[in-house]
Structure formats: C-alpha cells, structure tokens
C-alpha cells in the first residue's frame, strides 16, 4: 500500500511513534492484536530497508496505523533512516497487516494472562491488552526496562480497564525474578512476552523451573543473533554430501537455503522449532527461545544459533 506518515510523536530520546494513513485516503485493512506491518523505504544514501513492525493501540478497522520504532544506532540502519529521514508528509509503503504472534481466543476463565514486555517489546502487547479487555479477561501486564525514561505508553496502557500494569525497572533494582513474575503454573495459564532474546531465554527457563508447558508460554523477538565473537563456520550435511561456508552475520538456515538444501521453517526467530536439525558433530551456541534442554542436547535451529571455535558443524541433512 502507498502510505503517507500523517505524525510523528516522540517518546523520550529513543523511541518516535509514527501514525501511517493511506496516501489515497481510503481506510487500512483491520487488524488483530499482535499483527505486524512491513514498511519499505530507503535512505537518502541509497540503502534499501524492509522492517517488520508491531502494530500499536486498539485493533479492529482502521484509518491510521500507528507503530513505535525505536532507535538502534548499531543495528542494520532501518531505525536510524526512519528517525533521521522521515517525518510527518514523508511517502512508505507498507505491506500487511500480518499475523505471526497471535492472541489466543480463548481464556479459561479464573486462569492468568500474563503479558510480559521488554522494552520495546512494549508494542505488541498494548493491542492485546485492548484485546482482553474487550474480552472481559483479566490480564497482568510486567513491563520490564532499564529505567523510568525507558518506559512508554504507561498512560494508554493504564487506562485500559480490567488490566494490571507493573513495572519493573533494573537500574537500582537488579533484574526482575521471573520465577516470582510467572509462579507455578495452573491450567489455563498462559503468557505472551516480547523483548530481546536474552529476556525471553531467561523466562523460558523460569517456566520450566516453574512447570510450565511449553505451548504455555507465546513469544515473539527481535534484534539480531549474531554476536561479534562469531567467526567464520563450516556446516557440513552428512546425509547430502554438501559443504557449506557460512560467514558471521548470515544465518545458518539461509546458507543451506542458498545451497539448495531440503530444509524445514517457519518463524526465522527461533520460537517455533520448525527448523530444528540433530547435531553429529560441533558445539552449537543455541540462541533460540523454543528447546528444551534435551533438545539442545542433540540438535539446534539452524535460523538462529551459531557454532564454538574451531567453527564446524556436522547436521544431520
């Protein structure tokens, strides 16, 4: 769709709020809670972006979507051309809405619902509070950030009826106890969480701990996987034959794509398991959200996790 940006509100230093509106004034398609929208563009240099982006507010019709993006000057430069070179009149195309983190549509009444955000990963979980709400299901939302100035949206957030909003904030306080956040589990229970990985590994473990089922717990990331210790990686496939050079920065899943190896996927974030592949050889540095111990213990997903030094792999493709 040819959009327009209708307005821009900043939201402390690092995170700007963008309204889009159809350039044709026609109305948005609805949407549901947890839908994403893709938005491209490119930089005055050049540089081409496709980024993925939540949808914020209250779903259902829609003549402005709105989306909050916050600004990472070491990511891959989408976030920084949107807040140095786009403003309120600027021409995007959007694509969408999509849906990859669903809401459940049903909520066993007297279980808990637990939204839990990090930082950013604030996004997503405001349309599902409107959501529940609506519902008539009670929800606890945990917001998780660094500090005060960290937090946004608390106004709409905390207005919305039925919901409890607590923050936990980890300059002064440390890290939040997330056995305490999830306790023990009960039926009925679930949890949709988004934020940085190293987050939503910690909550994962706090739910096994806790004796939560894994299709309990509802994730969605974001940020990137690779670490700057990487270093290049040989992937051997026993069962193709094939060899496979893959640099630091490119996802196994997509070198094995590009050599025409028969491979199994979904998500591409590590949170669904479908590119899970046994390990014969090497020592995967796992950075997925969706295996279990076991698991890990005799495969990987190949979408996201890496490999230790000396860099070789031996799946079992």
């Given at each position: 769709m040819n959009c327009v940006i209708a307005n821009v509100i900043?939201?402390?230093?690092?995170?700007?709020?963008?309204?889009?509106?159809?350039?044709?004034?026609q109305s948005l398609p609805a949407w549901r809670a947890?839908?994403?929208?893709?938005?491209?563009?490119?930089?005055?240099?050049?540089?081409?972006?496709?980024?993925?982006?939540?949808?914020?507010?209250?779903?259902?019709?829609?003549?402005?979507?709105?989306?909050?993006?916050?600004?990472?000057?070491?990511g891959c430069g989408g976030s920084v051309c949107l807040h140095d070179e786009f403003h309120a009149g600027s021409a995007i195309?959007?694509?969408?809405?999509c849906s990859s983190f669903p809401l459940g549509s049903a909520h066993v009444p007297g279980a808990r619902v637990l939204l839990v955000a990090g930082g950013i990963g604030i996004t997503p979980l405001v349309s599902m509070a409107h959501t529940l709400s609506m519902q008539g299901a009670a929800f606890t939302l945990h917001y998780l950030a660094r500090t005060q100035a960290d937090l946004f949206l608390l106004d709409e957030l905390r207005a919305i009826p039925g919901g409890e909003v607590i923050t936990h904030l980890s300059q002064g306080s440390g890290l939040a106890d997330l056995d305490a956040?999830?306790?023990a589990f009960a039926e009925g229970d679930s949890v949709y969480a988004c934020g940085p990985v190293a987050l939503l590994q910690a909550l994962a473990d706090a739910g096994r701990r806790q004796g939560w089922p894994q299709d309990a717990l509802r994730y969605e990331s974001f940020g990137s996987r690779a670490e700057m210790s990487d270093g290049p990686l040989t992937v051997e496939l026993a069962l193709s034959g094939i060899t496979v050079e893959v640099a630091p920065g490119t996802p196994i899943l997509d070198a094995l794509i590009a050599a025409d190896a028969f491979v199994s996927y979904d998500c591409r974030r590590g949170e669904c398991g479908n590119c899970y592949t046994p390990v014969l050889a090497g020592t995967p540095l796992h950075r997925d959200v969706c295996l279990t111990p076991a698991m890990r213990g005799a495969g990987m997903c190949t979408c996201v996790s890496w490999a230790a030094a000396p860099g070789r792999l031996v799946l079992e493709i």
């Open positions: 900043t939201h402390g230093a690092r995170v700007r709020e963008f309204h889009l509106r159809r350039a044709d004034g947890g839908d994403h929208v893709v938005l491209s563009f490119a930089s005055a240099d050049g540089r081409r972006f496709e980024n993925r982006y939540s949808l914020v507010g209250q779903p259902g019709d829609a003549e402005v979507y709105r989306i909050a993006v916050q600004r990472e000057p070491r195309d959007v694509a969408g809405p956040l999830l306790g």
